[in-house]
């Protein structure tokens, strides 16, 4: 048993490390604890340390990290967003904020959790990701029919679902069936719709819930792209970071939007439609399709249909109303956004794992996220006898 007064025989260098790699400073931290600078700047010289409980808000709510790493002897040697971000020019990785920093570290645990409950094999037989591979010379719209048929989603199909809640919920069942984990979670940043890790078992996409619904549909489908590259990738909100971008960097991006665009509103099934210009008619196409009007209204665009200002004046419209209904719909129940954040495959995976007598209830907790104690609540509302409702 821990006595909570000792001084804990945590890592200086590792509470260091932890801090500096999401890019907080101590006075950051120590806002964070109503503490002082310098009671941080003890902690990390080794004169005093934190109390076990506040460790655990340090590893589990600040740094992101497993409780666990503080106490290792030497610093852990790890990946960093220039080895994953391989198609982002440094400029951009560098001036990655905290928040996204904290997002990374926590899709890297994310990829290590599916590691420990997959014992190290492969999800499924063969996946996404083995079937196919995106390069500077691919062509976009073969590439994008011979997925849609991999996954066995026809347009008619795709038109039935008629929301694009609907449109992610299916989205995300058919690319986790075929080995593509998606995470998500609030960003509190909407400069990132969101982002991917490759792995060759475990890619995983996270996705920026705060984000409409459409926006999330689109990001699936750009991360994917970036994932065939076999890289890491960012989906950002505006248009202006990726014109600060130039040659191979510039073309990546510009390939994954048109990977995305192409996969959800093939151009041949577009064009079977009449280029009506009318809010009424982008909403028609949108709700067909299952996409955001912007999408819709970018498809006209790259055909001559429409000028740059038009498109410019109705997508700032149209982005506006919709971040105004996500900011109404937000918060809610702990346990649902939990249930929305990690997904039923995922969710399964561990209750399986745990109803198998395989992992302890201490590792369920961990693996979701959700205090041990707090567990049977959990179960209670979004579970069924570990069955997901």
């Known amino acids: 048993m821990v006595n909570m007064k000792e001084k804990l025989p945590i890592n200086k260098d590792v509470l260091i490390w932890a801090r500096t790699s999401i890019g907080l400073s101590t006075d950051e931290v120590a806002d964070k604890f109503k ?36 106490f290792f002897p030497t610093v852990p040697t790890e990946e960093t967003p220039k080895t994953d971000f391989r198609t982002l020019p440094d400029t951009i990785i560098e001036k990655l904020p905290p ?24 999800p499924v037989q063969k996946s996404l990701i083995d079937s196919f591979v995106m390069n ?57 719709s969101g982002f991917c890790l490759y792995d060759s078992k475990y890619p995983i996409i996270f996705v920026n819930n ?17 994932l065939l590259y076999r890289s890491g ?5 505006s248009n202006e970071i990726m014109h600060t971008f130039n040659g191979y960097y510039l073309n990546i991006e510009v390939s994954c939007n048109k990977f995305s665009n192409e996969f959800l509103v093939p151009q041949e099934v577009f064009d079977s439609f009449q280029p009506l210009i009318s809010e009424t008619h982008f909403q028609h196409l949108a709700d067909y399709f299952s996409v955001s009007r912007e999408v819709i209204m970018r498809n ?21 109303k919709a971040k105004e209904h996500k900011d109404e719909s937000t918060g809610g129940n702990y346990f649902y956004n939990q249930k929305a954040y990690l997904g039923d495959k995922y969710i399964n995976l ?9 992992i302890a209830i201490d590792n369920v907790a961990e693996y979701l996220n959700i205090k041990a104690k707090n567990l049977p609540a959990f179960e209670f509302l979004v579970m069924d006898g570990g069955k997901l409702k």
């Open 99 to 122: 928040e996204i920093l904290k997002l990374y570290r926590r899709a890297k645990l994310f990829q290590l959790y599916l590691e420990e409950l997959y014992e190290g094999s492969n």
């Open 300 to 320: 006209y665009l790259d055909r001559g249909l429409i000028d740059e200002n038009y498109y410019k004046q109705m997508a700032t419209k149209w982005i506006e």
């Open 233 to 237: 990738g960012i989906d950002f909100r």
């Open 350 to 358: 561990v209750y399986r794992k745990y109803y198998q007598n395989q």
């Open 35 to 70: 503490k002082t600078s310098r009671d941080i700047e003890e902690w990390e010289d080794g004169t005093t340390s934190p109390t076990y409980s506040q460790l655990e808000r340090l590893a589990h709510e600040i740094y992101k990290r497993p409780l666990a790493v503080f």
């Open 136 to 192: 500077e010379r691919s062509g976009i719209e073969s590439i994008t029919k011979d997925i849609r048929k991999e996954l066995g989603i026809t347009i008619d199909e795709q038109a039935r679902w008629n929301s694009a809640e609907t449109a992610f919920k299916k989205w995300r069942e058919v690319l986790e069936s075929h080995g593509v984990f998606v995470f998500k979670d609030a960003f509190k940043n909407d400069t990132y």
């Open 210 to 226: 705060s984000m409409p619904d459409s926006r999330q549909v689109f990001t699936l489908f750009h991360e994917l792209c970036h």
